[in-house]
T-cell receptor, first 113, second 113 residues
Framework: AQSVTQLGSHVSVSEGALVLLRCNYS??????LFWYVQYPNQGLQLLLK??????LVKGINGFEAEFKKSETSFHLTKPSAHMRDAAEYFC???????????FGKGTLLTVNP | DAGVIQSPRHEVTEMGQEVTLRCKPI?????LFWYRQTMMRGLELLIY????????DSGMPEDRFSAKMPNASFSTLKIQPSEPRDSAVYFC???????????FGSGTRLTVV
């Protein structure tokens, strides 16, 4: 079975500050890892994905994430937060013969002016 | 491409009524998923179709829930009879391979009163 743990259900940063959203995964097979963003009353939008190529993955809106196998982590970062980044962020895992995309419980990012 | 299209966006119904949610996946995607999102349980996979065939419906909560995919461009999720605890946002997602991630629709917000 695969699982995802997102540390911190709510993260608050100031505009211009570093954004760090934490994700740890559990998987018995090489994982595919994803970060999705959900704005209020909208669906989930893919930010970036790790699929066993480069361990540092760049996504949309200036976000990036680094796959660290030794730490079973896939943390999401952005050097400078914008007000428009305020949303909920979900980390997800799949892999092997498991078609199911398993999500973490999400982290709500608040950006203060 | 217009993305994954779900209808209706909002549905309010009375307990005991039948509810049908609709989904049009992205053309060429061979996998379709129905998810449910609630505050308490987060994102839960209800059912997965591959090439229009239901592969795993173990997430369907009860016999009141049923899903069909009569062709590659259309799927329905039906709840009969509906109950207040079915109130949630229901998402449809499609994919052409797990390493590419899933594309989500905008969701249907269901309220059962």
């Amino acid at each position: 079975a695969q699982s995802v743990t997102q540390l911190g259900s709510h993260v608050s940063v100031s505009e211009g500050a570093l954004v760090l959203l934490r994700c740890n995964y559990s998987s018995s097979v090489p994982p595919y890892l994803f970060w999705y963003v959900q704005y209020p009353n909208q669906g989930l939008q893919l930010l970036l994905k790790y699929t066993s190529a480069a361990t540092l993955v760049k996504g949309i809106n200036g976000f990036e994430a680094e796959f660290k196998k030794s730490e079973t982590s896939f943390h999401l970062t952005k050097p400078s937060a914008h007000m428009r980044d305020a949303a909920e962020y979900f980390c997800a895992v799949t892999g092997g013969s498991n078609y199911k995309l398993t999500f973490g419980k999400g982290t709500l990012l608040t950006v203060n002016p | 491409d217009a993305g994954v299209i779900q209808s209706p966006r909002h549905e309010v119904t009375e307990m005991g009524q039948e509810v049908t949610l609709r989904c049009k996946p992205i053309s060429g995607h061979n996998s379709l998923f129905w998810y449910r999102q609630t505050m308490m349980r987060g994102l839960e996979l209800l059912i997965y179709f591959n090439n229009n065939v239901p592969i795993d419906d173990s997430g369907m909560p009860e016999d009141r829930f049923s899903a069909k995919m009569p062709n590659a461009s259309f799927s329905t999720l039906k709840i009969q009879p509906s109950e207040p605890r079915d109130s949630a946002v229901y998402f449809c997602a499609s994919s052409f391979g797990q390493r590419y991630g899933y594309t989500f629709g905008s969701g249907t917000r269901l309220t059962v009163v």
